[in-house]
């Protein structure tokens, strides 16, 4: 079975730092990873995709994330964090059975910013 | 170009009444995907439609039945309401044979007293 598990339930950072927000996974085989992100009262947002293609994966906003085979993860990353930020993240695995695919998530990291 | 789009945004029920929620996905999409997102959790999966069918099932009771409309829209239905089926139902649009790329709507808030 395909999991995945967001190390830090919350991460609070001030405005203009780093921003690391960690994911593992577990699969039998390649999968696809995303990261969705959901701002209060709001549906989620795709905020990037990995389908093995490149490790290094950019996606809105500033965001990008690594796949790391040996290390089993997909770490999310920003260089410099904004307000706007602030909102809960979730790590996200696709699971594919017979064509179709469904998406397990994380139980979500929320991301606290500072001014 | 409307994304996907989900009525009613908000919604009261007693226990053991039955609900309706409604999708309709993005424009050229041709599978809908229904998770609940329970307060401080993520989305679970509940049942995935194409072509009219339900092609995959997650790990939900037979109260909660679903249909998929020749036009691609959808509807969750949920029987006999218990408190915990309060939550945040999201409906998910896809391309078939990209389905692994979901966009989501904005959620019903389902409220069960």
């Known amino acids: 079975a395909q999991s995945v598990t967001q190390l830090d339930s919350h991460v609070s950072v001030s405005e203009g730092t780093p921003v690391l927000l960690r994911c593992n996974y577990s699969?039998?085989?390649?999968?696809?990873l995303f990261w969705y992100v959901q701002h209060p009262n709001k549906g989620l947002q795709l905020l990037l995709k990995?389908?093995?293609?490149?490790?290094l994966v950019k996606g809105i906003n500033g965001f990008e994330a690594e796949f790391k085979k040996s290390e089993t993860s997909f770490h999310l990353t920003k260089p410099s964090a904004h307000m706007s930020d602030a909102a809960e993240y979730f790590c996200?695995?696709?699971?594919?059975?017979?064509?179709?695919?469904?998406?397990?998530f994380g139980k979500g990291t929320m991301l606290l910013v500072s001014p | 170009d409307a994304g996907v789009t989900q009525s009613p945004t908000h919604l009261i029920k007693t226990r053991g009444q039955q609900v309706t929620l409604r999708c309709s996905p993005k424009s050229g999409h041709d599978t809908v995907s229904w998770y609940q997102q329970a307060l401080g959790q993520g989305p679970q999966f509940i049942f995935q439609?194409?072509?009219?069918?339900?092609?995959q099932r997650g790990n939900f009771p037979d109260r909660f039945s679903g249909h998929q409309f020749p036009n691609y829209s959808s509807e969750l239905n949920v029987n006999a309401l218990l408190l915990g089926d309060s939550a945040l139902y999201l409906c998910a649009s896809s391309f078939f044979v990209a389905s692994y790329e979901q966009y989501f709507g904005p959620g019903t808030r389902l409220t069960v007293t």
């Open positions: 990995y389908t093995s293609a490149a490790t």
């Open positions: 699969s039998s085989y390649s999968p696809s």
């Open positions: 439609y194409y072509e009219e069918e339900e092609r």
């Open positions: 996200v695995v696709s699971l594919s059975n017979s064509g179709y695919s469904t998406l397990t």
